[in-house]
């Protein structure tokens, strides 16, 4: 009984199903993206494989080191999801953090230098990020909204093929990264603020924090909009977008407690998954 609740904590502290999302959105993207893509070949690529598990693996470690740094900050907002010195010891979560980085850099590299180059630099952005920047206003949410990105466009830099199309889909996840990663740091207000954590929404306040998410809503709009004059079948996601993104502004206009942004961060979730559907009108 021991060891299955350290492998549920663990799974639990590596977040498996966003991981699973990740490898799911790198495959769906390769083959939808991609025009002559076919299926067997892309599940025979050994360098997909190694690249979307390298991607899972930096994406794991950064979720292992920012709840190292935020373990105190986690009893407030969210104890009941703590497992860094719960039930994984600090010392073995750092080596966790160590060996998840260590094998997706290596990863990364078996494929190219460019991508092990990538791979660095998301680890050590990851962990600056939990260490520094997530505790200042913007800055850290712009981090995460960038690697976010990254995941996808990565695919370019292996195949070199639809770099429209890839840095679309980057773009996208950017955008509603950002969005989510404001969002959570609403959620999270109390236990940041205990902490002296300088977040968006206690630098400006919460009322200017959500005027802020409203500019990169319309931000991301207008983009997609733009995307249209180029790629007609953007449209029916640019009708999906407004009809979420209203929803999704109504609701932060309603919001006021922790239960209420953490319902819009599930949304962002939702249309993240919509973004994810759109690749199945571009083959």
Request: net charge positive; hydrophobic share 55%.
């Amino acid at each position: 009984m021991k060891n299955n609740s350290l492998i549920i904590n663990m799974l639990r502290l590596l977040r498996w199903p966003n991981l699973l999302i990740v490898a799911v959105t790198q495959y769906a993207a390769a083959y939808f993206l991609i025009h002559d893509m076919q299926l067997p070949v892309l599940l025979g690529d050994w360098r997909m494989l190694v690249v979307s598990m390298s991607t899972v693996l930096i994406a794991a470690g950064g979720y292992v080191i920012n709840d190292y740094y935020d373990v105190k900050i986690d009893y407030i907002n969210k104890p009941e999801r703590v497992v860094v010195g719960r039930f994984l010891k600090r010392r073995t979560t750092l080596t966790l953090h160590a060996v998840l980085n260590g094998l997706g850099i290596l990863g990364g590299f078996a494929v190219s230098w460019q991508l092990g180059a990538i791979n660095v630099l998301a680890a050590g952005l990851l962990w600056l990020y939990s260490n520094q920047l997530k505790r200042l206003p913007l800055l850290g949410n712009i981090i995460v909204a960038l690697l976010t990105g990254a995941a996808v466009f990565v695919l370019f830099v292996l195949y070199r093929q639809a770099l429209f199309l890839f840095a679309t889909y980057a773009a996208f996840a950017f955008f509603i990264s950002l969005m989510r990663e404001i969002v959570k740091d609403m959620e999270d207000l109390e236990g940041d603020k205990e902490f002296g954590c300088q977040t968006l929404p206690i630098v400006i306040g919460l009322r200017r924090a959500k005027v802020v998410i409203y500019f990169i809503s319309l931000t991301f709009l207008l983009a997609v909009a733009a995307l249209m004059q180029h790629e007609a079948r953007f449209w029916w996601v640019f009708s999906g977008l407004v009809v979420m993104l209203s929803w999704h502004a109504y609701k932060l206009y309603r919001a006021d407690k922790s239960s209420d942004f953490g319902r819009l961060s599930t949304l962002n979730k939702q249309i993240m998954i919509l973004g994810l559907i759109s690749m199945l009108f571009m083959k």
